[in-house]
């Protein structure tokens, strides 16, 4: 045991001599001449940026050893974009799940330089490399699509604290970012990464997720959620979606406008995309189900919502499906026939009667909610609910459940009325 401590020590101070020692490199190329110390910069960054890699010790020793200074310098002086990349490399690694070192990259003023990277151009860049460089390596596309690459995914990882967003926003990140959405280049991991950093941006914050709709996020983000090839590009561009769409009537109906419920089904539908995926574009289809319900209906999103009721273990899962359902169906005869028949009832039943990790209070609330919508006046599925043995969880929630589940639970008994044994 001594023997193993005495090892994980010298790992320790390793990475940390490492640390410093590559963060000496960066300052002491920070204050040589751009043409003769372009590639020690490159090189310290890219050092800087594999030994933070999800590691949180080192992640800390790079910051303590002084690193982001000069990596912020790289960011406004590097003589090429790879010098520059490597840098918001090197900041994304370091500001990654680490709450302390996103506060401290930002207050050493990363993200104005960071911004100005979004809006790099092989013109601009060439002209000023010519100008300024007597290295043998030119500019070229790659580097630039890489630089902006890097850049958004930095954004993205500064945006995840609440304290950063108005310093970003500020900054003038969101129409670059949108623009980046909706350009008909740039590369899928781009798009990606502009996606998630939106979403960081829009979650919890609701002046930032206005700013975000009105630079003409929603349709962009649309447009990579139908035709972005990457799976991860999808998925990100529904959370943003959620997160755009969370407690904002505008934002809902601008995303059923920029036509979002056909891609948010196939993705909702698509065998390969992660439980993760499917859950946001779940969350987003309840958010806007009130006022879309024929759509939603009509691009087949009942029977993916009800497989997610019915087999996720989620419980938030649950509850967005239920709701989803539970909107869908109110006041709807049609749509109330078309859930039936998906085969919605039992799992809400088994839901009502679950004590499982998946079966909230919430979700019990949303389910009886949803079998009181399927119910009122529908003779057929007040029939099939009484078959499913419904009205014992029912009444069991009116009687104990909290006051709001008692009130969904109550309304859905009223509903189906003689099947219902009065005291």
Known sequence: SSSSAQSSSSSAQSSSSSAQSSSSSAQSSSSSSPSCSSTKKEHAAATLQNLALREPKTQTAIVDAGAVPPLVQLLILGVTNKAKANAASAIWSLADDHAANQIAVADAGAVPPLVTCLTTTLAATQSWFFAWSSSSRGANEDDVEDLKEKAVGALQCLAMSHANKPAIARAGAIPPLVALLASSSGTAETKANAAAALWSLANNNSDIKVKIASAGAIPALTRVLASCGALEGKAN??????????????????????????????????????????????????????????????????????????????????????????????????????????????????????????????????????????????????????????????????????????????????????????D
């Not at 109110?330 to 028949?341: D, F, G, L, S, T």
């Open 237 to 422: 561009a529904a959370a943003a979606l959620l997160a755009i769409v969370r407690n904002n009537a505008d934002n809902a109906v601008a995303i059923a406008k920029a036509g979002a419920i056909q891609p948010l089904v196939a993705l909702l539908d698509e065998p390969s995309a992660t439980d993760d995926a499917k859950d946001y574009a779940v969350a987003v289809l309840a958010n806007v189900a009130k006022a879309n319900q024929a759509a939603i209906v009509k691009a087949g999103a009942v029977p993916p919502l009800v497989e997610r009721l019915e087999h996720s273990g989620r419980a938030t899962t649950r509850e967005n499906a239920s709701l989803a359902l539970q909107k869908l169906a109110c006041k709807h005869n049609a749509n109330q026939n078309v859930i039936a028949e998906a085969g919605a009832i039992r799992p809400l039943v088994a839901l009502l009667k679950s004590n499982d990790a998946g079966s909230s209070p919430l979700a019990k609330e949303r389910a009886a909610a949803t079998l009181g919508n399927l119910a009122e006046n529908n003779p057929d599925n007040q029939f099939a609910i009484a078959e499913a043995d419904a009205i014992q969880p029912l009444e069991a929630l009116a009687h104990y459940g909290p006051s709001s589940a008692q009130a969904n639970a109550h309304l859905a008994l009223a509903n189906l009325g003689p099947y219902v044994v009065r």
